[in-house]
């Protein structure tokens, strides 16, 4: 079966890194967009960064654009998500998900497959 599996979440302070990793497998990950979401407390999904099937092009949201860069390795199936200059609202649940085709899209209703995700909170 399909599985997306989140990893490298945790506790870190304002203006600190992490990088997020999500490994897949039961697809043929290159015929995947890979995306990462988010959701806070109370708020919906958002939509954070997708990566295109080769890796060559990236979409982001205003809100993390410059912080956080999304990248694939089709050799090992794994997306990352590298988020640097954290601040206390990046703080959520962070969720991989995958979509057929080669469109990027902000539109969760769009991807067909989605891990368990991971939490990431940044303190002040």
């Known amino acids: 079966q399909v599985q997306l599996v989140e990893s490298g979440g945790g506790l870190v302070q304002a203006g600190g890194s992490l990088r997020l990793s999500c490994a897949v497998s039961?697809?043929?990950?290159?015929?995947?967009?890979m995306g990462w979401f988010r959701q806070a407390p109370g708020k919906e999904r958002e939509f954070v960064g997708a990566v295109r099937r080769s890796g060559g092009s990236t979409s982001y949201a205003d809100s993390v654009k410059g912080r956080f860069t999304i990248s694939r390795d089709n050799t090992k199936n794994t997306v990352y998500l590298q988020m640097n200059s954290l601040k206390p609202e990046d703080t959520a649940v962070y969720y991989c998900?995958?979509?057929?085709?080669?469109?990027?899209?902000?539109?969760?209703?769009?991807?067909?497959?989605w891990g368990q995700g991971t939490q990431v909170t940044v303190s002040s």
């Open positions: 998900a995958a979509k057929a085709g080669n469109t990027l899209s902000n539109n969760r209703r769009l991807y067909d497959y």
């Open positions: 039961g697809v043929i990950f290159s015929n995947y967009v």
